[in-house]
């Protein structure tokens, strides 16, 4: 593909999706697939920077359908919530797209459930709220998930030994678990999708390096990062280019259930939407069966 960009997002009138995050790459997620006729929940914890989100979307399109929807990834009882409120409000999903996330807090946090704070909103809360939604998603038009990995993916590992970094927590390698972690899930996702017919397909994706406000919300305005992300805008594309794997592995017919996509210049870091091979620790899937086994316990969720 050359130079993909939202202009070649397919007609989505019609058509309905849930994007987690409310400001940046969940922002530009929500922005395109409403230009494209799509009616959007953007799902995120702070009920603010909803309404400034849905605000910014409807002023830019008029018309557009957008909502906001209240949930705390690192809250599986929020998580439930929301679902079982969407459950009501319609009947069927055509698009997941699990992009919000935290990054390298300095100390270790845990959420509400007691998961270390990285692993359990970036992986664990994805996990259960598409579990959740698979109801909703069967009933979808060639309904799709895609799931965000990161770079950071490449040098991650799954410790079953350590899952929580109860024992040794450290910022980035932790951050790169969970989304090493979410690689995995997409790719498993897939493969039981097909496996028991639920015609879900699964795809992950990832927006290089790109201008957002995961570092600095996450690690710090004063940390190393934070201030790379401050006085060093250069290093960064802007959140609207990271978006664009995103919503070509939601939307583009091209787009393959189980694959990879990212930018395609400088390492995977900046660019246009390319399918590029994953990490290869995302491919084995003796891994990925034990880490659902697990997740699936751990969240108190199942896939049906």
Known sequence: MTKWTTSN?????????????????????ALALARAGSSVVIAGRNARKGAEAVAAIKKAIPGGQVRFGEVDLANLASIAAFTEQLAQEQDSLDFLINNAGVMT???????????????????????????????????GQNPRVVTLGSVAARQGAINF??????????????????????????FELSRRSKEAGWGVESLAAHPGIS?????????????????ARRFLPFLFQPAWQGALPTL????????????????????????????????????????????????????????V
Not at 10 to 29: I, M, N, S, W
Not at 109 to 135: I, K, V
Not at 163 to 173: F, G, S, W
């Open 105 to 139: 807090p300095p100390t270790r946090r845990e959420t509400s459930d007691g998961f270390e704070l990285q692993f359990g909103t970036n992986y664990l809360g994805h996990f259960a709220l598409t579990a959740h939604l698979m109801p909703l998603l069967k009933k």
């Open 161 to 186: 030994d350590d899952l929580q970094a109860e024992r040794d927590y450290k910022p980035m390698p932790v951050y790169s678990q969970s989304k090493l972690a979410c690689i995995m899930f997409a």
């Open 248 to 303: 070509y592995a939601a939307t583009d017919p091209a787009a393959r259930d189980g694959a990879y996509y990212g930018p395609d210049r400088l390492g995977g870091t900046r660019g246009y939407p390319t399918e590029e091979k994953p990490p290869m620790q995302a491919l084995d899937a003796s891994v990925a069966a034990r880490l659902w086994d697990a997740s699936q316990e751990l969240t108190s969720v199942t896939f």
């Open 9 to 29: 997002i397919p007609p989505q009138h019609g058509r309905t999706a849930v994007v987690t995050g409310t400001g940046g790459l969940g922002f530009e997620d």
């Open 211 to 227: 201008r957002t406000d995961l570092l600095p919300n996450g690690a710090g305005q004063t940390s190393a990062p934070g201030m």
